[in-house]
Each structure stands twice: as C-alpha cells, then as structure tokens.
C-alpha cells in the first residue's frame, strides 16, 4: 500500500486520553504515562494477571502483537527491544513456540511471547518454562490462564483483533511530527519478480514468505534467514548489511540452526554483490529483496554464480 503526500490533511488533531501513570519511562529518571487514542490496540488490552506495566513492556508489546497480527496462520513471536528474537509456524501453538524459542534461546529470557491464537494450556506449560515479562494474545483458555498465575509476576493481556483499517503513524521531532501511512503491505507471490536462472521450489517460495514477513518487524538494516517453518538467525539494526548477515548467521550457528537450504530476507536492495557472496558461503539457496539497486545486475550475476534463486519484491521495509 502506498500513498501521496497530499492525501494527508492540512492539519492533524491528536485526541489522547490518559489511561493511566507509568512508574518511570523508559528508564528510572523519566517520567511516564499512557494514553489512549480510541480505547483499542494494546493501550486498551485487559490485562488478565501479573504485576503493573512498564514503558518498555508497552512498547515491547505493539512490536510483538504488530508482528503475528501479520499472519494468517498460527504463529509465534518472541520479541527483545522491539526486534524478534524469534518467530515460529505450526499447527498447535505448541509446535509454532517450540520453533520460535529455538531461533535464539538466550535472547528470549526476559521477553514478550505474542500468540495470534487462542493460548492452550500444552504451550502455557512450556512457556512459563523460560521467564517472561509479557504474554500477548487474543484469547486464553482457561487452563492456560491458571498455569500463567502461577508466575506471580507475569503479565499476561488479551488484546482485540487489530482493525483492517491503517491508521496514521506519528513520530515526533524536535519542533514537530512526522506523519505517515503504516506499512501493511503484505507479500503476494504472484507479484514477486524472479530474477535468476534458477526458480525457487515451492518450499523456498513458502520460506521467503515467512523470512519477509518478519523482516519487515525488524530495525534496518535488517536480514532474516529462515525455513518455511521458523526463523534461523536474526541480524537487526546494523549500520551495514552485511553485519547484519553474518550476525544473523551468527546465532543460527550458535544454537546448531542449519542453514544450508535456508533463504535470506533483506529489508532493503543489496548495494553490492558481497551480501549475496556472503549468503553462499552459508549455504543459502533462495534471496527475497526488494531490488531497485543500480548494481542489482552484479546481485543477479553473484546469484546465478551460486545457483541462488532470487526474488525481487519491488517494496522496502525499513523500519527506523
């Protein structure tokens, strides 16, 4: 979805009405509340159970509730500063947690767990196995609800179905806003160019789904690996991309994540062919970007080298 500037009001109300103070910010010298703009999304989630919540949980929440809203299928997301540590499939929640927990053991103690699903009591078991601050859901079936109290401080919410409306997104400057569309394209494989010799398999087309879906939640500069299954390696926030590759095959690597076979996301084109050189070396065999590079012909070129396929989308996913 995209959109001109000039369909943007002249002037733009923001009516905020305080739910209630926060202890501090987003840390202990800053002062802190919450506002609710239409009582909905996760400033209006009912928290079913544990202790008051943070500034960070808040936003730490929005990222993870924001990312399984992004699938229709059973899906797990386990977030840590508002990146994912890991994201999961599967057919029980069970399944779906299991592989979002395997991407990053580590990253995930300490962070949010978002279900897009009705949380059963097999994956409530197994998640209280590892600490949490925050569960997101819509649902929670009973049982689920009483293995989650008893962590005391564990806070669970039950948050509405986001609207299939966009709203505006504000961030604010010094001396002012800037304002715009949320970003919620959402990948459709007929519309995916394929630029290489070599077709992607239908299992690799069913991974670049999943490997873009979740880099578009991550901080640029932004590459996921993945299977069609789960998430292998995270790299997030790097001042060049390929940092960001090789620390995403860094922690596939850690936690014995194969990833021959597996295909690479990246949230933006890939300035020089070295982003593809390094993705061989790993073993990947199939690349989504969104192309538009004036070198994407040296990018191609590397691909077809490693019988790589690759795919253009034709749509960047920075997240800033």
């Known amino acids: 979805m995209t959109s001109s500037c000039n369909e943007l009001s002249e002037y733009q109300l923001i009516e905020l009405a305080k739910v209630t103070d926060l202890r501090y910010g987003e840390n202990p010298h800053q002062k802190a509340a919450l506002y609710s703009t239409d ?10 159970h544990g202790k008051e919540m943070s500034f960070n949980n808040y936003v730490d929440a929005e990222a993870a509730w924001n990312l399984v809203q992004d699938f229709d299928q059973r899906a797990v ?24 927990l395997a991407t990053d053991p580590v990253s995930a103690f300490g962070g949010i767990v978002a279900f897009n699903k009705r949380v059963d009591a097999d994956v409530a078991k197994q998640v209280i196995e590892v600490f949490s601050e925050v569960i997101v859901a819509p649902d929670y079936d009973d049982a689920a609800l009483e293995i989650f109290r008893s962590k005391k401080n564990l806070r669970v919410l039950s948050v509405a179905s986001a609207s299939a409306d966009a ?22 494989v007929a519309d995916l160019n394929i630029v290489t010799n070599r077709q992607p398999t239908d299992d690799e087309l069913t991974a670049m789904q999943l490997a873009w879906t979740v880099c578009k939640h991550v901080k640029s500069n ?13 790299g997030a926030g790097q ?16 936690f014995d994540l194969p990833l021959k076979g597996s295909v690479l996301a990246s949230d933006a084109f890939f300035p020089f062919r070295d982003n593809v050189d390094e993705a061989a070396s790993f073993g990947v065999s199939a690349i989504i970007q969104p192309g538009g590079s004036i070198k994407d012909d040296e990018s191609i070129a590397a691909a077809n080298e490693h019988n790589i396929a690759m795919a253009f989308t034709g749509i960047r996913h920075f997240k800033h």
């Open 39 to 48: 009582g909905g999304g996760i400033a209006g989630a009912e928290q079913l």
């Open 167 to 188: 709203s505006l997104e504000y961030k604010q400057i010094s001396g002012g806003f800037l304002v715009q569309d949320q970003d919620v394209h959402r990948l459709a």
């Open 239 to 254: 001042m060049n991309r390929v940092d960001s590759v090789r620390i995403a095959a860094m922690r596939a690597e850690r």
């Open 77 to 100: 997301a386990i977030i840590k500063h508002t990146n994912p540590s890991g994201v999961g499939l599967g057919s029980t929640n069970e399944e779906a947690y299991k592989r979002a």
């Open 222 to 234: 932004a590459i996921v690996f993945a299977n069609e299954y789960q998430t292998l390696g995270v």
